[in-house]
């Protein structure tokens, strides 16, 4: 049974909860996401596996999840890299955000999401459970897509995407 960390609102640790029952009913918790980018300064995106539990088909960030309980919110974020995307690299946190979305499905995601960043310019080996296909687009690309109604995109990474372009105007080190 896989569980996720209730939050409150300042991510201080509320209790444990499987995790479909804290989507099931909306509670805050603790989550990450991953945005890697190649020496082009192209962000890599993942089609989410057509079987999710949400979203299936759309694209995304290059992963995402739920830190487990006692694992550091980056080791969880490392973790789930290599399994979702088969690679590890360098990622370190930029900000944080909430956001509460509600799915056709009556699933709901409220977490405390945690974004991380890092470079990568080696192979992929996507993980066929978790992601269908990837692709690396140019920030400008996407933002146009997002600035035009793409619908194709998770509804996160339409939250998530503003602030990580800000961030990268920014700055291009990392």
Request: aromatic fraction near 14%; charged fraction near 25%.
């Amino acid at each position: 049974m896989e569980q996720v960390i209730l939050v409150d609102e300042h991510d201080q640790e509320s209790g444990l909860m499987e995790k479909m029952e804290a989507h099931e009913k909306a509670l805050l918790h603790r989550a990450f996401s991953v945005f890697i980018f190649n020496e082009k300064g192209e962000m890599l995106l993942q089609q989410r596996a057509l079987t999710k539990y949400h979203s299936g088909g759309l694209w995304t960030n290059a992963c995402c999840s739920h830190p487990r309980p006692y694992e550091a919110t980056i080791t969880a974020a490392t973790r789930r890299l290599k399994e979702e995307m088969g690679f590890v690299t360098e990622i370190h946190k930029v900000f944080d955000f909430t956001y509460h979305v509600r799915f056709e499905n009556g699933l709901t995601e409220y977490e405390f999401d945690h974004v991380f960043v890092g470079r990568y310019n080696g192979l992929i080996h996507a993980n066929e459970n978790e992601v269908a296909a990837f692709d690396y687009k140019s920030m400008e690309e996407i933002k146009r897509e997002l600035a035009c109604g793409e619908d194709h995109y998770t509804a996160w990474f339409h939250i998530a995407f503003p602030k990580v372009y800000e961030w990268w105007k920014g700055t291009h080190k990392l």
